[in-house]
Antibody, heavy 121, light 108 residues
């Protein structure tokens, strides 16, 4: 069974960028979508975008287009999510999650533990 | 973009009772690509149902999903203590792959 391990908590200043990593172990990485989902305090889940490493270009939610960059390094089975121009509303837990079947953005059946990003001056 | 609306916002029930949660889409969800997740406080979501009605591996049979088109339902036949949590629906039939706002299931 694949496990996803995310990088640690971050505290950032408004206007800066943050880059969160998600390393997969124990299974296939390249043909499964890695999604990025965030959850602001007390709020619901929000899909930001994702990538299927073997296909290359990421797929972004319109809300985050231009501000988020999702990449994947097949050699290390690691996906990355970089969010720029941070503002206080970006304070949230950021999850990576792997889709349950290959070659498409299916349901998400393996989740990372989450990375808390706090944006504060 | 498909907007998912979950109801009720909060559901108060007792252990052993039956829970019925609703997820309504603003337009038809392609191929009934609708999933349900349970999220306990401080934890990542856990997949319960995919394809509107298929249980994920290891999910107890007290959980069942139904529906198609724009109306979907998650039913928990007999509530166990660990079921009191927040439930999210998500559609993965059309990008962006949106979530509902969640239903909190609390102990009455």
């Amino acid at each position: 069974q694949v496990q996803l391990v995310q990088s640690g908590a971050e505290v950032k200043k408004p206007g800066s960028s943050v880059k969160v990593s998600c390393k997969a172990s124990g299974g296939t990485f390249n043909s499964y979508a890695i999604n990025w989902v965030r959850q602001a305090p007390g709020q619901g889940l929000e899909w930001m975008g994702g990538i299927i490493p073997i296909f290359g270009p990421a797929n972004y939610a319109p809300k985050f287009q231009g501000r988020v960059t999702i990449t994947a390094d097949e050699s290390t089975s690691t996906a990355y999510m970089e969010l720029s121009s941070l503002r206080s509303e970006d304070t949230a837990v950021y999850y990576c999650a792997m889709s349950g079947s290959s070659y498409y953005y299916y349901y998400m059946d393996v989740w990372g533990e989450g990375t808390t990003v706090t944006v504060s001056s | 973009e498909i907007v998912l609306t979950q109801s009720p916002g909060t559901l108060s029930l007792s252990p052993g009772e039956r829970a019925t949660l609703s997820c309504r889409a603003s337009q038809s969800v392609p191929s009934s690509y609708l999933a349900w997740y349970r999220q306990k406080p401080g934890q990542a979501p856990r997949l319960l149902i995919y394809g509107a009605s298929s249980r994920a591996t290891g999910v107890p049979d007290r959980f069942s999903g139904s529906g198609f088109g724009t109306d979907f339902t998650l039913t928990i036949s007999r509530l166990e203590p660990e079921d009191f949590a927040v439930y999210h629906c998500q559609q993965y039939g059309s990008s962006p792959y949106t979530f509902g706002q969640g239903t909190k299931l609390e102990i009455k």
